[in-house]
């Protein structure tokens, strides 16, 4: 099972230094969650600077608020992204479910479905070379067709946009009702007459040591209330988490840490047998 670090949000100066420690520890992924009406750094910004910082890790979005974006410009930043890194951005994408993100952007929340649906279709044509509204866009991306797409989901209707469109999932759910969850996606997945299986990329937050008490915050202060996400903080747990996550048959697992301090990531690659 591959190990992922979600990047933390409050000081997008300090990026550089996470990503370098990360690739570093052998981490395999950096991911960045995205928001509109918030003081996060834009992703796939912030992602094009790492990727200049970096030579090995992957980049990826969780998730990028696809309906948030015209589907042209997404589509070009996208396939500039995937060129510019050697092939290595994962474009993880959602609806978003905000309204003050969609309010700051115009679009109707109510239409979110139906826009990510229309987008998930034009983004791999124009990935693919077609022309798009009477022209072609580029440049095209170094992945053929396109970085690989994971799509972040919790209802049936979103959880069947998996099989139709993605190579994967994303399931930011707790362990213990993140079953239901992949049956669906899996029994979607079958039913599209899809082959293989879709890569299952899980997500947990934590803060090891000093960390805990300012990253806690900081999750409170994004989800809007104290008693969600809170962060794994003893190493023991975590460590137990991780085993249970490859047990359950993730494929990857990223850590989100809110901490301010990148010397988290020496810390987390120490209790996980990283650096």
């Given at each position: 099972?591959?190990?992922?670090?979600?990047?933390?949000?409050?000081?997008?100066?300090r990026l550089t230094d996470w990503a370098r420690r990360a690739e570093s520890c052998g981490f395999d992924t950096l991911a960045l969650l995205d928001r509109l009406a918030y003081?996060?750094?834009?992703?796939?910004v912030a992602l094009s600077v790492l990727a200049g910082a970096t030579s090995r890790i992957r980049l990826q979005t969780e998730v990028l608020l696809g309906p948030l974006r015209a589907t042209a410009m997404?589509?070009?930043?996208?396939?500039?992204?995937?060129?510019?890194?050697?092939?290595?951005?994962?474009?993880?994408?959602?609806?978003?479910?905000?309204?003050?993100?969609?309010?700051?952007?115009?679009?109707?929340?109510?239409a979110r479905g139906r826009l990510l649906e229309a987008q998930l279709t034009e983004l791999r044509r124009i990935w693919r070379g077609e022309t798009f509204r009477g022209t072609t866009i580029g440049p095209r991306p170094e992945t053929p067709a396109g970085p690989p797409v994971l799509i972040g989901a919790f209802?049936?209707?979103?959880?069947?946009?998996?099989?139709?469109?993605?190579?994967?999932?994303?399931?930011a759910a707790p362990l213990a009702w993140a079953g239901r969850l992949v049956r669906t996606v899996h029994d979607e997945?079958?039913?599209?007459?899809?082959?293989?299986?879709?890569?299952?990329?899980?997500?947990v937050n934590v803060a090891l040591g000093a960390a805990f008490a300012s990253a806690r915050s900081?999750?409170?202060?994004?989800?809007?209330?104290?008693d969600w996400g809170v962060p794994i903080s003893d190493p023991r747990k975590l460590a137990d988490t991780?085993?249970?996550y490859r047990d359950f048959g993730a494929d990857e697992?990223?850590?989100?840490?809110?901490?301010?301090?990148?010397?988290?990531?020496?810390?987390?690659?120490g209790v996980l047998g990283r650096a």
């Open positions: 099972m591959d190990l992922g670090l979600g990047l933390p949000i409050s000081d997008p100066r003081h996060n750094p834009e992703p796939l997404l589509a070009k930043q996208v396939a500039t992204l995937d060129v510019m890194s050697g092939g290595r951005f994962t474009l993880g994408i959602g609806l978003g479910g905000r309204e003050d993100d969609h309010a700051a952007a115009g679009t109707p929340l109510a209802a049936p209707a979103a959880l069947r946009r998996v099989a139709r469109h993605g190579d994967g999932f994303l399931c997945w079958a039913v599209a007459g899809r082959g293989g299986r879709p890569r299952l990329v899980c997500q900081a999750v409170a202060a994004y989800y809007g209330r104290d991780v085993a249970a697992l990223v850590l989100y840490c809110y901490a301010d301090d990148p010397a988290q990531v020496d810390t987390l690659a």
